[in-house]
């Protein structure tokens, strides 16, 4: 495994005012106990609610803050102790952090990047032309890092995590703020880069779409704690997330279920009706609904990821 967890936390001491004068002094867990396996090549999606600990876990696996209990090791290293040796292996790319020199153009930044990690020039020359080229860098490449737009920033950061080779690539919400080209820019070359396999993804996101686009597995943390690993199918399976049919009829709905079909609720709205289903499967029910009723049109709609995930986090709250 790449990245290995076990037991990590994270303590934070706060004080809190206690009475008209005295405060008492508190410990906050933002990490509680996490335990993850990630392997090499893997995509992860590493999501939860403001607060919940995801870009304090991030901080820990770069090296940028010290656990306050259990293990971990990125690229076979202790973060903090082998902080300066990690950085040459691995990406990282946090939020509105910028690592490109604001007041010079986006190639000088690249440039300079390739000395302070002593990067071969065909090396840094072979990555920074398949970034060009797949990221749309070419027209804003001799403009100074003030002057881009969020996206193209973005695009920019993306390459310079990049341009040193690391074998992962933490990326905390890289398309906050984006327009909509530029997320389907970002989203579109994380694919690419996740299908050449030779990179590891650690992504968090509050963008549902980027975790239905591009993770095969899925990591929920809630106060602290892993509340769901596995794929967005185990998550949708696990907290009764469930598919409908919406069909457009020919007559109204003549009222009561579908014969024969596990249905669980059936919802009519003159000739369109909604069939929430609970068991069957969506061709067991149309076959037996086209045996009912004249149908016009029809459509299987998939769970929400966002009502998925909201029910997640409900039964993850604590009392």
């Known amino acids: ?10 303590d934070f001491t706060v004080r809190r005012k206690v009475g008209r004068l005295r405060r008492e002094r508190h410990v906050v867990s933002a990490v509680d106990g996490v335990d993850l396996a990630v392997a090499e090549g893997e995509l992860l999606g590493y999501i939860g609610p403001n607060g919940a600990g995801k870009s304090t876990t991030l901080k820990m696996l770069t090296g940028v803050l010290t656990p306050s209990g259990g293990e971990v090791s990125v690229c076979g290293l202790a973060p903090v102790p082998q902080r300066t040796t990690l950085a040459r292996r691995i990406g990282v790319v946090f939020g509105q952090r910028s690592q490109l020199w604001w007041d010079l153009p986006l190639r000088e ?3 300079l990047l390739r000395h302070v990690y002593r990067v071969p020039a065909g090396d840094h020359a072979a990555r920074l032309n398949r970034c060009r080229a797949l990221l749309d860098l070419d027209e804003f490449l001799d403009t100074p890092v003030r002057q881009l737009s969020l996206g193209q920033r973005m695009r920019g950061e993306l390459t310079a995590a990049l341009l040193h080779g690391p074998k992962v ?15 389907q820019a970002v989203r579109s070359f994380l694919g690419e880069l996740d299908a050449r396999g030779d990179t590891t993804i650690v992504l968090t996101t509050h963008d549902l779409a980027d975790i239905e686009k591009l993770c095969r597995r899925l990591v929920v943390i809630d106060h602290g704690r892993v509340v769901h690993d596995g794929t967005l199918s185990d998550l949708q399976a696990a907290y009764r997330s469930k598919r409908r049919i919406v069909a457009d009829l020919d007559a109204p709905w003549p009222g009561g279920t579908v ?8 919802e009519a709205d003159g000739l369109r009706v909604t069939l929430t289903l609970d068991g069957a499967t969506a061709g067991e029910v149309v076959a037996r609904l086209a045996g009912e009723v004249a149908l016009r049109d029809l459509s299987v709609l998939e769970p929400e990821i966002e009502d998925v995930i909201a029910r997640l986090y409900r039964a993850a709250v604590p009392g």
């Open 109 to 111: 930044s690249f440039a």
């Open 1 to 10: 495994m790449i990245i290995q967890t076990s037991g990590l936390r994270k």
């Open 259 to 266: 014969a024969g079909a596990t249905v669980e609720r059936v």
């Open 169 to 183: 690539l933490f990326l905390d919400e890289p398309t906050i703020g984006l327009d909509v080209l530029s997320k």
